[in-house]
């Protein structure tokens, strides 16, 4: 533990959420290596975090809040880059279902982010160079055991609940499966326990959007002035349809005109969704890093967590005595509600103990980001009758 | 018994012959759990392990949120999945008569559970063949009160017959309880013609027969 140097980078209160949000950067030194499911070791890795809310006395109250493919650890903290809130702010503050008067919640980048976690845009210490493509290819499981380090560290030995949608979701399942102990309940969202083979072909046309782009060199686009603006953009807005639906694109844009009257006979954007797709696409390369981008779409590409148990997912939660509480959305044609379930059938044929909802709603796979009040009442529900059962205080 | 008990919403009168007959600290199963009331009570007064599968959406999402451990399913689909001797007691109130194939269920659940409580709208009840008998048409009272055509009850039985399914799976009836129209209880044995022709409902406590 000596060897750990930790530094608080950021103390500061987000004014819009109201909650008390710190940022920290915690950096493992060379001689704790991170091992990696791909047979290499990672060293040094830095961490960066966002706590929320209080621990109490006993440590019985921390939720870990995993972040999807594109989100980072500002869950309930306005964005440094952005200056937008938090990207779960719906659902994460004072009152709200994920209570931060009550809980005290951890968010970390994950592995291979570029929100300050050690990612391909970082320096390889061997070259002091950015890793770029030299960066070892990385699974949801080297970013669980990345998260389980930093808790290790925070000497905080299981967590109330880990939580998190889609890729955040795929993270919950890791957890459940690695570290049963280490967790008293989980609740994946809209997610599933292995990536099908549409989601891995929506992530290819993203990953060959990026390399297609002349700027990417390779990789190795930080040496250059150039970024791959261009490619990330496309990747963007193509995943960006795959999180909504076709009635709510419908509903939002239709065949609508984007301050126009008519249509130009041109390749200009004529049409609401093109302006609001490739406004989507320009925005997010601000934040984003592409070889990120490919790193951790490959990540989610790996997950399929029955393969790591015998082929069969019951057997990753045998005797688990974690309470689950699955969520699936019914326009989410991304990670539907049929893969939530097949994460259901498995809990059940362990008996584990596990809640399942299917929330109606037509936002499609984003839904889980959203204003959903039946979602937000089922969540708060289990969080109240879970933290019942851990002995936690009721709701004041 | 549970000094909290008393504090409790009242359950409904079938509801409660049931929470009676299951021991505190057990692992439970409720099938077809409607609002959750009976999970609910289950839990704060006998801190069982309370686990409930209802098949409409909304009450799932209603019993979620009051902070049950709910899923979505179907007792005729989805009992399958569950290990064998997973519950010390599996419930079914008053939803056997609507199921598909009542004799499947009931297999399933002696599987599943070590103790199996079933509860059911006596179809021998003495207003119901009174009614046939007069009337000669399909009898409609006050526990079973849609009109053949839209009721969801497909399966219907008296007490005679529930207990010869208990008998043909291989189950044991533990304790069998008659509840006549003004809501009384008493304990009856096997196929009492006077429990069939006055009980309204019964419950019953079904064990598995030991093998040998």
């Not at chain 1, 809990?347 to 103990?353: P, W």
């Amino acid at each position: 533990m000596t060897d750990i140097s930790q530094t608080d980078i950021r103390t500061s209160t987000d004014e819009s959420a109201g909650v008390q949000a710190t940022g920290h950067v915690v950096t493992f030194s060379e001689d704790q290596p991170l091992k990696l499911d791909c047979g290499v070791s990672i060293a040094p890795v830095t961490i960066a975090y966002q706590t929320y809310g209080r621990m109490n006395a006993d440590k019985s109250n921390i939720i870990l809040i995993c972040h999807a493919l594109t989100g980072d650890q500002h869950a309930a903290s306005s964005h440094p880059v952005t200056g937008k809130p938090g990207w779960w702010n719906y659902m994460v503050g004072p009152g709200k279902p994920i209570d931060t008067d009550r809980y005290y919640l951890i968010c970390a980048n994950v592995l291979g982010g570029c929100m300050g976690t050690t990612g391909p845009a970082d320096l390889d210490p061997k070259t002091g160079k950015p890793y770029g493509l030299t960066f070892p290819v990385i699974t949801i499981g080297d970013m669980v055991r990345a998260q389980a380090m930093l808790l290790d560290h925070l000497e905080i030995e299981d967590l109330f609940c880990v939580l998190g949608g889609s890729m955040g979701g795929m993270q919950v399942l890791q957890w459940a499966a690695a570290y049963p102990d280490r967790v008293f309940s989980a609740v994946p969202i809209a997610t599933a326990a292995k990536h099908s083979a549409q989601n891995i072909a929506f992530h290819e046309v993203g990953r060959q959007a990026i390399m297609a782009d002349p700027t990417w060199h390779g990789g190795d686009y930080y040496s250059h002035e150039e970024t791959p603006r261009k490619g990330l953009a496309v990747a963007r807005m193509a995943a960006h349809i795959t999180y909504l639906s076709e009635a709510a694109l419908h509903r939002k844009f239709g065949r609508n005109l984007q301050d126009r009257e008519s249509i130009t006979y041109g390749f200009d954007a004529d049409f609401q969704i093109e302006s609001y797709l490739r406004h989507q696409g320009f925005t997010f390369v601000d934040r984003f890093d592409a070889n990120s981008y490919l790193y951790i779409t490959r990540a989610m590409d790996y997950f399929d967590l029955a393969a790591d148990y015998g082929g069969v997912l019951a057997n990753a939660f045998k005797g688990s005595s974690t309470r689950f509480c699955v969520v699936s959305f019914t326009s989410d044609w991304l990670f539907p509600t049929s893969e939530n379930r097949t994460i259901v059938l498995a809990l059940n044929s362990v008996a584990a103990n596990v809640s399942f909802v299917e929330i109606e709603t037509d936002k499609g796979h984003d839904a889980f980001l959203l204003d959903e009040p039946e979602f937000h009442s089922v969540l708060s529900g289990f969080l109240d009758g879970a933290a019942i059962h851990r002995g936690l205080p009721p709701k004041s | 018994m549970n000094r909290m008990a008393t504090t409790f919403p009242k359950l409904r009168p079938d509801l409660q012959l049931i929470a009676d007959m299951i021991a505190d600290d057990a692992r439970v199963l409720d099938v077809g759990c409607g609002d959750g009331s009976l999970l609910e009570y289950l839990m704060l007064a006998k801190r069982v392990d309370a686990r409930g599968v209802e098949l409409s959406q909304a009450g799932v999402n209603a019993c979620v949120a009051r902070g049950l451990s709910v899923i979505q399913g179907d007792a005729d689909k989805d009992l399958q999945d569950y290990p064998s001797d997973a519950f010390d007691y599996v419930i079914l109130s008053q939803t056997i008569q609507a199921t598909v194939s009542p004799k499947d269920v009931m297999e399933e659940m002696t599987r599943i559970g070590k103790n199996v409580i079933v509860s059911l709208p006596n179809f021998g009840h003495w207003r119901v063949r009174w009614q046939l008998a007069l009337s000669g048409r399909m009898p409609v009272t006050k526990s079973l009160d849609d009109p053949w055509y839209s009721t969801p009850n497909i399966h219907l039985c008296s007490i005679k017959d529930f207990i010869n399914l208990v008998h043909n799976i291989g189950g044991v009836v533990e304790r069998a309880v008659a509840v006549n129209s003004k809501g009384r209880a008493r304990d009856f044995i096997g196929g009492d013609s006077f429990a069939n022709l006055y009980a309204e409902e019964a419950v019953f406590l079904i064990t598995r027969r030991v093998a040998g």
